[in-house]
């Protein structure tokens, strides 16, 4: 099945430029574009991020599947199934109170639980990748992606903490696209981790301007 998807899609995943000693595919420069407007209309509690980070997801799971990143490509799918219960959250959602969902920051006594799945995951997905994959980099491939999974159901529960966890999945992504060559993900990620510290300093005003009404 991967094998077909990938053979389909194989005009967009062939080199439009070179960059630094590697190609830079067409696939790649679309899925640059649309996950970046997905970041901005984040930034902005716009619902419009949420079906551009399917757009972005379904996109990045095969150029990482090319690339033999099989956590970051899986992830995506689950990207795509958060992404629509996010979707229904910004727009029907909840909060503790039973009023409209807004920017809150997540409960202390969650925290542990919250870093503790987070780690509990990255081992499990790092012993998968290892044992059923050829992935030459299970380790350093699973830790993002099972702190993205994190970050994204703290962004759909619009959790100001989203943003630091997005700031330290980036910062580790840009070294690990880096190395495999990915070089306009890596940027990209570079640029996500500035707009995670953007994002952060607007939903803590955000937060501030709710407090006073």
């Known amino acids: 099945m991967l094998d077909a998807l990938l053979a389909a899609a194989r005009p967009w995943l062939a080199p439009a430029f070179t960059w630094w000693g590697s190609p830079v595919t067409g696939l790649e420069i679309v899925a640059f574009a649309v996950a970046l407007a997905m970041v901005v209309a ?19 799971a095969l150029l990482f599947a090319d690339a033999k990143l099989y956590g970051e490509a899986g992830l995506q799918f689950v990207f ?8 229904w959250q910004w727009l029907r959602g909840t ?9 809150h920051r997540l409960p ?21 990748l290892d044992h059923a994959t050829d992935s030459p980099v299970p380790w350093f ?23 630091p966890t997005w700031l330290g999945v980036n910062l580790v992504s840009v070294a690990l696209f880096a ?16 707009l995670s510290v953007a994002g952060w300093r607007v939903w803590r005003q955000r937060l501030r301007e709710q407090a006073h009404g």
């Open 42 to 60: 984040n930034m902005r509690v716009h619902w419009v991020a949420w079906p551009l980070a399917i757009a972005s997801s379904l996109m990045y």
């Open 80 to 87: 795509v199934a958060v992404a629509l219960w996010g979707w």
């Open 95 to 103: 909060g503790a109170d039973g009023a409209p969902l807004v920017v």
């Open 108 to 128: 202390r006594r969650a925290w542990a639980p919250v870093i503790g799945a987070t780690l509990a995951g990255w081992v499990v997905l790092a012993l998968l």
């Open 141 to 163: 491939d699973a830790l993002p992606t099972a702190a993205s999974i994190t970050g994204q159901l703290l962004l759909a529960r619009k959790c100001l903490e989203n943003w």
């Open 179 to 194: 190395h495999k060559g990915l070089w306009l993900t890596a940027v990209l990620y570079a640029l996500f981790a500035v």
